[in-house]
Structure formats: structure tokens, C-alpha cells
């Protein structure tokens, strides 16, 4: 398979997932004895218009364990005083001749599409904006869930959190119904349940689903329960009870013996550290698993040049 | 060329020009290839008391492209709460205990002369305030007149912008005047014409050139047009069309088929955005150039130790 | 010695330290020679909660020069937006699960301890906090006492400043009474004296120590002035004259031929920069010492695991 920009999750086949998949699992071997050099004389630039330490630190270890070089951004701050629409494609422009990829982190919903059109090298999409894209976060997810369970058909997947705007979510939601025979449960508070566009995308791809306010007896149900952040600030009611989508020690007793547990990290109240422990408690493996998929994601990237050179 | 400092733009021959662009051509054929690992023990600091994203990279870069190690300060916050009129020299006597070189950008004038005058390892400027000096971008600047135009002798050269405080303009006239037959036009508003110490000296070199306050026709008679912005905040007077200093499409017409256009960037609306696609604009061709020139002037501050040494 | 987390300096027995500073004076040679690559598959990362340029660079010197690649924040202020006290110890499972070591500097005193309990891989305090822990900054002030005077033992030592919340001035004094027949002067504003907490442990290890408010001529006859800084608006009493505990030129003349003067660093006005050039001025070759020491604590961590692994 072929790869240069990375820009949205949509972009990958269930093939191209496999192969993905397939060269995550080798990268997890490469790092074990101590990282590669086969990339040795590529830079990769992390463009960060806002902070994110551990998704930077994520995507830069992942390309000094593949022998390559990094020029970082902490916080592009002096982007931000932009003097003009054009700036960020005048950055990238520039950015893109002096490395071999340009990893975006942007503040604007299509950030990363408005530089892979300009961009004189691959651009990694590693998040714009909140109610955008942040693709190789869903990978992540997607790989984990594979990683754990060995397959993704035939899975009963549980989403809580807020998931009309959680990108994570939506993400998860959309690839997951690529594969055979899933079934997916959206629990939120009413005004946070999952939007129409995400139920419609399901309904045409004949994905069943339901929708819950409650959690009811559904965690005894799921192989995965893929859990985020609820903010009380959002809730316009007082009366709902918010521990109730929470995950403590009490819940582990519902669930299923080989169900897990997964989080985009960080987390706040919404699993308890007493969870930490058991071993269905996969939110630290999946973070690990970040690693390994944008290790994959380079390298994919770079063997393609290499493709097109021959 | 023994090279140590590199303070400002002024302290370099046309002999010594000669052999750091020689160099640098041969630096764009090394990057081409992969670069270099001739300086793998060499380690550069970027200590940056502002941010320049641009500048950093461009310099970080060319380490890399070298074979070099870079620690690097995205914005060196901490030091601007100097409690000390010392403490830029204490912190460049601690920092250069543990590099090779330094990169310095400095908020005051005079800084990396400062900086220099107590460095154990050379000290490269990288710009010293708005006011100061900033000699890799007027040497890249220089650069790309001489690889796109194969000479500096004869050549026309239109500036224009805010001329009287903008540095990269001032020090382009500065670096030119040491060639044969240069004509320089300098155009901007009348409050913001090139200030008389520039013209003076141009006088003592015996270099003709016109102050101009409108285009007329000066555009269809010049080989370089070098860009620069415009601050209206900085005009007294509301009478002036600004428009006039800009380039749009229309002005492609009037100039010389061989001419470039040249910007430091980052641009606002001074140049319009459809003529990027003109092959004589050249701006993004002089970014890239930053690199190289970068590389070729590290190597022969290495090179000098050597020579030094033996 | 085998060695893992590095969180205060009381950690290190004299034989471990004897170790340290042996490493250390290798490491010394090998900078000379261009650094080592026997660390190249290394990865460290400095999380930096606060900025610390120097300390920064110079563990990041410290791993480049062993060859090994770095993980850097600059000032990780997303971490300080913590929604929840189980923040920081999410965050170092996390990044500890994507490099070998993690050099932390956190805003909370026992913060590095609270990492440690946690990460995956060895933790480096690089200071938590103004009354908590910066034991590479003991251990290379330790080391360049050794490294001047070729001994501890026998040692007449003078600390100046604010030495009630000091942390360098408190940790030295504590890792001085391991040594042999070592006196220690301590002279400060009375209100800001040594705390009752070191003088009870001096006592047990029955370390002889004089408390000073004026230095008398007490400078005439120590071999080591450790200068710390005293900032005035701590002072409630505004009859005391700071000047007494600055050292400048007429100081020179009292003290001992072959007596050196410390200063942690960044010094304000308690140093006279007349003072830099005598030779007995120590401060920079101690700033320089860190890079050493630095290299020896972090090749010890790795050496260590080896030894585990056989």
C-alpha cells in the first residue's frame, strides 16, 4: 500500500488497515531490540500550533526509534499572530523543504487538508481542532482493539462519554463499521448522545446500533468499552447523575471476563485509579500502542517514496 | 576562509562571500543525496529569547543535514526575567560549556556582539532585534540574487517597504554595494524611505541608485524586486494608497521576463498569492536557499576549528 | 553501584559517590574526544513542568554527548491545566512507556518520588520545587569541591545567602557530613539561617558548624565560599546591608590562596563579574562540571540495566 499525507481516519481501507496492523505488530518487535536505523537520513518536522506533549512525544520517539530526526514545536505560538489566511500554507511551504514530513497539530477544522494541498512533503494530521480530525488516534484505537481481541468482526463495542463532540468517538464509530457484524452502544446524557450524521453513516453501512442514557445491564454485554470525558459545564440539567457513566472497582464486576477497557488519556474523574490494576484496564497499553501505529504510519510513508523513486 | 562569529553581515569580503556561496551550492547537492554525517560530533544550541519557528528550523535543519546534534529553545522565557544586565553573558558562558556553537536570537541590539565577546564556542546571530542585524537572512538573500541571476555585478535592484527600519533591506543594500555597477531604486512612503547612514555609505562606494515614492515605471526596468511590508499603523498620513507597493498579477505584466521577486517572509498582503504560481517569484526558492546557506556557514565555523587545530 | 531513579541526593553513600565522581572524570575525557556513541539506542525524555534552560541543556547535552537522542518540553504547561491530582503519575506511565528515562522537573515537592512509584522506566529529579529536591545539582556541586580541592575530608566550608529555604546550600551541608573532620560556616541574615533540621543532622554525625550573621573573618579561613543569593524583599528588617554577604574584588584579598568561590547559578549582585577572572572563581567550571556529572549518572542507569538483563 501506498501512503503520503495522513490526513483524516476515513482515508484507510479495511486492506490498508490490515497492513497497517500487520507492520504496527513488527514495530512493537523493533523497538524491543532497541529501535532501527533503516531511516536514518529522514527528518520529520512536529509542527504544533498548540501544545500536546504526549501525542509530540508519541510521533517524535516513534521516529528516533526508526533512526530518523526530529525538528520540534513545542507551541507555534508565533503562528498564531498570523497576519493573514495564507500564513499557514506560506509555513508549510517553507517547513515542508527543509524535512522529509511535516506532523501538524492545527487549531482550525481542515488545518491539515489546507497544508497537504500546499505541501511540498507527506503531512501527518495529528490533530485540528476539537471538532475535527485526529487520525492516527483512531488508528490507535482501532489497532488496539484488534491487538486485544484478535478480530474487529462480530465485536459488541460500548461508547460513553460525550459523543456529540468527542472526536475519538466519532472516529472509533465511523471505522468500526467497516468490519463484519459489529454491534455499537452510544451511552451519553441526551444532549450529549452521538450526532446523526455518525447514526445515518451506520444505518447505510447496516451496522446495528442503540442509543442509551442509561447504562442498564449493557456492560455485562460488550467485548470493548471505549470510555471518555463527560464535562459537567456542558450539562444544562442538575439532576443527572454523572457517576453513573463513571468506571470504578464495582463495575468490573459486571463486566465480561475478557471485555476491555480503553481511554484516549488523559482522564479525569470518569475511571477510577483503582481500575488501573486489573488487567481488562487496556488504556495504558493503548497509549503505548500509539508508539508502534505512527512508527508503521512513517515508515509506510517513506518505503512509498522509495516506490515512487523506482 | 577561517570563520569563527558571525555577528553581522558587513564582516564578510566579496572573497569570502565567493566561498561560503560556493558552498553552499554544494550543500544543495548534499541534501539532495540524504547529507551528510562529516559533523556527527558537533552540537549546535538554539538559544532563541523569542520565538522564530522559521529561523530555527532552518538553522536546525542544516545541523541535521550535517550529521549534528541540536538542543534547542523554542522561546528561552525564563531569561527575559533577567534579574542582571550580566545574565545573558553568564548564561552564554554556561551554555557554550556544552556545545559547539551557538545560535543566538536576542530581543536587544548589539546582543550577539555581546554574546561573543565572552563565548567559549562561536556565537552565530540570528537576528538581535528589529533594529539589529540578522546576516544569515541578508546572506540568503544575497544568495539567492547571485544563483538566480549567475552574478551581482550590473544587476538593478528595486527595494521595497518600510525601508527605513527594515533590517533585511537595509543590510541587502549594504551587502550590494560592495559589487560592480549595482543600481539600487529604494521605494516607500516618504516617512518610511532608507535612512541617510545607508546612503551615505552607498555614496562612499560610488553606488548609484534613485528614492522613489511611487513605482512610475521603475518596476519594468529592474533584474530584482525585493519585497517587504508595509505597517499602516506606522503611516501619519491617511492619503497614501498602499496598493501601489504591492504585487499582484497586473504588476507581472510590467516586469522583466528574467527579473525575480524576492521576500523575506512571512508575507502579508504585499505579494498576492496567484503570483506564487510565476516562475520569477522566487521567495520560497530563497527560503529554501536559508538552508543551505546555513549548512555552508556551520561547516566552515567547523572547518576553521580544524584548521585551527592543526 | 547499580543505580535506577535519582530522586534525592541523600540516596548516594560515600562509596557510590566515590564511583560517581571516578565516572564523572572519565566522562570529562571523553566530551574532549568528541563524545561516545556506546548509549546510541538510548532515548531520554525531559519533561520540564517549569523552564530550566541550563539544567535542560545540560542533560540533553549530557545524552547527546553519549551518544543517545532526546525527548524535550521545553515548559509542559498543559500539564499544569491537570483536571486531577492522578495527573502526573498517567503522564509519566505514559511518556515512560515511549523512552529509556524520564529527567523530570515538577512544580510539587515529591513530585519526581510520586513519578518514580509509577514509571516504567528509571526517573532523574531535575528539581521539584524551591523547598524540595535537586540532587544533580548537589552531586555536581559535591563534584567540583572533590574534583579543586582533590578531597572533602578536612574541608572548611562557608555557605552564604538565604539558606533557610536554599536548596543547594541545604543539600551540600547535608552531603558534607558524610566526609571526615569537615567544619561548616554558615552565614546569613539571621532570619534567614539554616534550619533547625540540618544543624540536629550535623549533630548526630557530630559535624563541627559555626552560624554567622556578619562574616567577621570568617573568609580568611575556609577553603571553599559557596555564594548563594539573598533577595531583599524576603528581608523585614531594613537595617541589614546585603553588601556584607556579596563578594567582590576586596574579598579577593581576604580569602585563601588556594580557596575556591561556588555559586549555583544564575548569580545577580552577590558576585561581582570583576570577580570572574581570578582563578579561584569556580562557578563556571562548576556549571561545566554538570554536564559530567550528568553523563555519569545517566550511563550509570543504563550500565545498571545491562547488569540486570545479565
Request: with cysteine.
Amino acid at each position: 500500500m501506498k501512503l503520503h499525507h495522513v490526513i483524516e481516519s476515513q482515508q484507510f481501507s479495511v486492506p490498508a488497515l490490515m497492513e497497517l496492523f500487520s507492520r504496527t505488530m513488527q514495530m512493537e518487535k523493533i523497538v524491543r531490540r532497541g529501535g532501527t536505523k533503516d531511516y536514518e537520513n529522514k527528518l520529520m518536522a512536529t509542527l504544533f500550533y498548540e501544545p500536546s506533549t504526549r501525542t509530540r512525544f508519541s510521533f517524535e520517539a516513534a521516529m528516533v526509534r526508526l533512526g530518523g530526526k526530529v525538528l520540534s514545536t513545542e507551541s507555534a505560538m508565533e503562528f498564531s499572530s498570523a497576519v493573514s489566511g495564507e500564513f499557514l500554507e506560506d509555513t508549510i511551504r517553507i517547513v515542508g523543504n527543509y524535512c522529509d514530513v511535516v506532523v501538524l497539530r492545527h487549531t482550525e477544522e481542515g488545518g491539515a487538508a489546507r497544508a497537504a494541498a500546499v505541501s511540498p512533503v507527506p503531512v501527518i494530521n495529528a490533530g485540528d481542532s476539537a471538532g475535527g480530525q485526529h487520525p492516527t488516534q483512531a488508528l490507535l484505537d482501532l489497532y488496539t482493539i484488534y491487538h486485544e481481541c484478535k478480530t474487529m468482526d462480530g465485536l459488541s463495542v460500548l461508547l460513553i462519554g460525550a459523543l456529540d463532540t468527542g472526536r475519538t468517538a466519532r472516529s472509533l464509530a465511523y471505522l468500526l463499521s467497516k468490519f463484519e457484524r459489529v454491534k455499537l452502544y452510544f451511552l451519553a446524557p441526551r444532549e450529549m448522545q452521538i450526532k446523526p450524521d455518525i447514526l445515518k453513516h451506520l444505518d447505510e453501512h447496516n451496522v446495528t446500533y442503540e442509543l442509551l442514557s442509561r447504562p442498564g445491564n449493557v456492560l455485562s454485554q460488550v467485548d470493548v468499552i471505549y470510555q471518555t470525558r463527560i464535562n459537567r459545564e456542558r450539562l444544562e440539567r442538575t439532576d443527572v447523575d454523572l457517576r453513573q457513566y463513571n468506571i470504578d472497582e464495582t463495575v468490573l464486576h459486571s463486566i465480561k471476563r475478557d471485555a476491555i477497557i480503553l481511554h484516549p488519556l488523559p482522564r479525569s474523574v470518569e475511571i477510577d485509579p483503582a481500575v488501573d490494576r486489573d488487567p481488562r484496564a487496556a488504556y495504558f497499553r493503548q497509549a503505548q500502542n500509539g508508539l508502534y501505529v505512527r512508527m508503521a504510519l512513517l515508515s509506510m510513508i517513506f518505503d512509498s517514496e522509495e516506490l515512487s523513486l523506482t
